[in-house]
């Protein structure tokens, strides 16, 4: 292929990539498949454009710098303080979790295509990593519980970065066909120690240039850009140059740092690296296509859909599941965790590094089952998955409703704790670091700022919220705050702590449920000494005992008498009051339900949940 022809093809892929890049944003499906089907198009079993053979032997320094540039990329959003701050089953998932699919899956291959074990290990480290680029698609469709989310995406950062750093050993360990232990931990020393040596100078070098050089004032953004970009292409190349192999943890070192303290303009930074890193993605992918051989692919015949179905259906079970057990996810959290581990960006991008370099030493087969494995279990994992996730998560039910709380003091954590336990979707938002530590502590998802800047509550999550709660100290405070919810956000249900009673006419003026302290406690005592069984009854409210008003939204049972309900919900429950235009009534058993009518139901707990998923289908 000629110079001049290379450069058509270079161009055509990056518009491609971003063609994929907004179908996918149109359409909630990972661009990973649309690159992917590009590359199938493009290359020698379709219409022959592209041909890695034929790129003049410069594909392999092209892929390497790319994978440079991805690793650096998600290893740039590690946060140290994310990971000291997770919950144990998160930092579970990373370690043990990682352990359980890499070995899991290396014996899958091991036996279902019959090839050598550090092959297998090969293949096994490469598919350890899920990836955020392909999770967070799926998590914008499907609006699962915070701490589901964050767990979902954490696995993807950090297993990214490290399931490319082992899977560098393991390719190295093929090459120089070392197969003694001892060997082989030499090897992932001398490579991972070089690469973080490396790492470090190139950070430090940055950082330093970045906060003590005047870089001027109007060009600085985009000076710091380019030198972040040329920091983690020269930390690659610099300990590729010292010992091969050792890059990509230069790499991952260098942004696991600069990601970690504070640069100037990071957000600019932040920006720039993420389309520059979207441009690199579409040439992987399609390149990664374009190696495909469809007879290698049919060879594997059912080896092949062996290893797929145990990557999803049986090892990434157990990951979860044992990495989860005995923890704050409920059982169907860790199935729909189950359920979604679409593979991407790092399986993509270093297969395909890997096999051109295995093709090029003489190793085939090994290249080929390479590419084949990791192609399958990408394509199956992220239509499949991507595809069906919403279905099985309301199958699951695990899609609840959002609650934002403004405050983490005691009272905004006793809420928290409550709705949690019903299993309510809720997000702490607080600005003052002790508050912020012990909500974590307790379990709860926090976000860090200030409750009353728009900006803090869109992050939060406020777009989506169905309630926002506003429990801080200060009325002033918690006024501004339903103000904005209201103004801004259009959200459903708005309440408010009021410390003064004398303020509580100021919030219903804007239609916000003010519930003053004062007299909440009054209610509450009268209530311990003329209806004390009642009291200690509503206490005990999400734990053993529920009362829950929901609307009649089954057309079936419009038109049906209270009489007909009753044998429609579970026994230990009832229903308490009918609320009708306004008009609240305890119902006598001939009354007709008519739309739009809501009913309070009490009783037990299971037995409410069961009266409202039969009432309340939606």
Known sequence: MAASSIIVVVAAILAIGVVAQVLAARTGIPSVVFLIAAGVVLGPEVLGVVRPSEFLGGLTAIVGLSVAIIVF????????????????????????????????????????????????????ALLVATGPT?????????????RVATALETEGIVNDVTAAILAVVIFEAILENVTEPAEIVRLFAQRLGVGVVVGILVAAVLWWLLRHVDLGAANAPQYARLAILAGALVSYAGAEYVATESGIAAAATAGVILGNVDLPYEDDITQFKGDVTLLVLSFVFIALAALLDFESLIDLGLGGVAVVVAVTMLIRPATVLLSTVGGRFTVEERAFMSFVGPRGIIPASVATLFAIQLQQAGFTQAADILV???????????????GFARHVAQLLDVIPMRVIIVGGGKVGRALADRLEDRGENV??????????EQARAAGHTVHQGDGADTDTLRAAGADNAKIVVAATGDDDVNLLVAQLANSKFG????????????????????????????MATAYALDNAIERPTLSTWMTELGRTGDVQEIEVTAEDLVGKTIADLREEVPPGCLIALVSREGDNQVPEGSLVIEAGDRL??????????EAIDRLHPD
Do not use: C, K
């Open 73 to 124: 990329e998600g290893a740039f959003h590690i946060r140290a303080t994310n990971l000291r701050t997770a919950p144990r089953e998160t930092l579970r998932l990373v370690t043990l979790g990682a352990v359980i699919a890499l070995v899991g899956t290396a014996v899958v291959v091991r036996y279902a295509l019959d090839t050598p074990w550090l092959v297998a290990y090969l293949v096994g």
């Open 427 to 436: 997000v702490i938002v607080e600005v003052d670091p002790e508050m912020i």
């Open 134 to 146: 392909v999770i967070t698609p799926i998590l914008q469709v499907v609006a699962v519980r915070d």
């Open 491 to 518: 959200v459903d249900t708005i309440l408010a702590r009021v410390i003064n009673p004398d303020n509580v006419e100021a919030f219903e003026e804007l239609g916000v449920s003010a519930i003053s302290s004062t």
């Open 372 to 386: 084949g494995t990791v192609f399958l279990v990408i394509l199956v994992t992220v239509v499949v998955e991507g």
């Open 600 to 609: 309070t139901i009490l009783g037990e707990r299971q037995a409410v949940r």
